[in-house]
């Protein structure tokens, strides 16, 4: 397994779907997080998973580290 680092935002709109817009404030915008995963995908949907899915957390990049 290697390690990744996750930027991510999480949304602060309590009823989040689909098609409304992603909503962020300051406190939830930039965070960061390593993770191990077997490759960029599955350290995205980790992370992804962990903050409530895709249409409540927003990845901004995975980065080997």
Do not use: H
């Not at 960061?32 to 962990?50: K, L, Y």
């Not at 409530?52 to 580290?65: A, E, F, T, Y």
Request: hydrophobic letters at 40%.
């Amino acid at each position: 397994m290697s390690q990744f680092r996750v930027q991510f935002a999480v949304s602060t709109d309590p009823d989040a779907t689909e098609t409304s817009g992603f909503a962020s404030d300051t406190n939830s915008n930039n965070l960061e997080t390593v993770v191990e995963a077997i490759g960029m995908s599955q350290a995205r949907a980790m992370v992804e998973s962990m903050y409530g899915g895709p249409v409540r957390c927003w990845i901004k990049s995975v980065i080997p580290v």
